[in-house]
């Protein structure tokens, strides 16, 4: 009698867990029972919010390991990688969709006595260690740095102006500017404080002057001016978007200043590979990210065109990574990646 009036209750415990677990489920998991999805996206934007979908997205905030989860279940249930529907009407400033030829424009004549540093796309430019390993920053653009009291930031083509962010965290008023060339193409400065006309549908010439480059104190160089900029290229045929290296899009006279550049500066790193084996601005190996891309390329947001192309896949930054390598993650929210090994010091 005893033995069965306690299997009664055992048998009522386990119908209540059931039910309680599948309540949870059910609550935990409201942000996928919803047919109107088209893609991951839109599922993690409806649990996380627009805001934090984004920061986490580009790398500016660390997602929690609840928020991981809801952002892995959608992945899961939806496709990431869902082809837009249509194109949103826009205006491309040249007509084309050619590649442009980028232009060094400077204030006057660069001085190359004056360069510190400087830093090619595709190296791994900074690491932290962590408990679970080195985390690698991939230099996404190419940047110099000099002495000199030259500040006028120069467009190097021309286009129509599709951002312009300034770091509300900061009284500088430093920021980035991205200008699309074409259909396919934009151009990002880095380090800029812009200018009050630079607006987002603005068209710009090469030569034009988009605001001021960013001086910062170095403890061994002293003042040093920085100029960087970054190079979107959206490929029709693979419907994604990358950054590219923009030396190989500079015209060849200015590719001689860029090397001269290079090799003139006092501070650079021995761990670059470069297919010559001198210094240079296209690095194929060692402390460097493009001998697992196949190529001089990294993930790009869509949001550096300004607009969807017709059928572009919005692919996300984790899928990337892990298609480069499945234990690859992104290790911090600074966008810096956790599983390489590379010797970079």
Not at 42 to 52: F, N, R, T, W
Request: hydrophobic letters at 35%; a negative charge; charged letters at 30%.
């Amino acid at each position: 009698m005893i033995f069965g009036s306690v299997l009664v209750v055992l048998v009522i415990i386990l119908i209540m867990l059931t039910i309680n677990k599948k309540r949870d489920e059910s609550a935990d998991n409201r942000y996928l029972n919803n047919s109107g999805y088209q893609s991951a996206k839109e599922c993690i934007v409806k649990a996380l919010g627009k805001e934090k979908a984004k920061a986490i997205k580009e790398g500016k905030q660390r997602a929690t390991a609840e928020e991981q989860r809801i952002i892995d279940d959608c992945n899961k249930n939806f496709n990431s990688e869902t082809p837009t529907k249509t194109e949103t009407l826009t205006t491309f400033y040249p007509d084309t969709d050619q590649a442009p030829v980028l232009d060094l424009k400077w204030d006057g004549q660069i001085d190359t006595s004056r360069v510190t540093r400087y830093t090619p796309f595709g190296i791994w430019e900074d690491w932290i260690d962590y408990p679970e390993g080195v985390a690698y920053e991939p230099a996404q653009e190419m940047q110099f740095y000099l002495n000199t009291d030259k500040d006028a930031f120069l467009a190097v083509a021309p286009g129509i102006v599709v951002s312009n962010e300034v770091d509300k965290s900061k009284t500088s008023g430093i920021g980035l500017v991205t200008v699309r060339y074409g259909k396919y193409y934009s151009v990002t400065y880095y380090h800029i404080i812009p200018d009050k006309n630079i607006k987002v549908g603005a068209k710009v010439e090469a030569g034009d002057r988009l605001g001021t480059m960013e001086k910062r104190q170095h403890q061994e160089w002293g003042e040093e001016t920085w100029w960087e900029i970054g190079l979107q290229r959206y490929n029709p045929e693979t419907k994604m978007i990358r950054t590219v290296n923009p030396y190989e899009y500079f015209n060849d006279a200015d590719k001689k200043i860029l090397d001269a550049i290079a090799n003139a500066a006092k501070e650079y790193s021995p761990f670059w590979k470069t297919a010559d084996g001198k210094r240079g601005w296209v690095v194929t190996g060692g402390c460097a990210f493009t001998q697992y891309t196949g190529g001089q390329e990294w993930w790009s947001s869509m949001d550096r065109l300004g607009y969807i192309p017709n059928g572009a896949i919005d692919q996300s930054e984790k899928d990337f990574i892990k298609s480069i390598n499945p234990n690859w993650k992104s290790g911090d929210s600074e966008g810096r990646i956790l599983g390489p090994k590379d010797k970079c010091k």
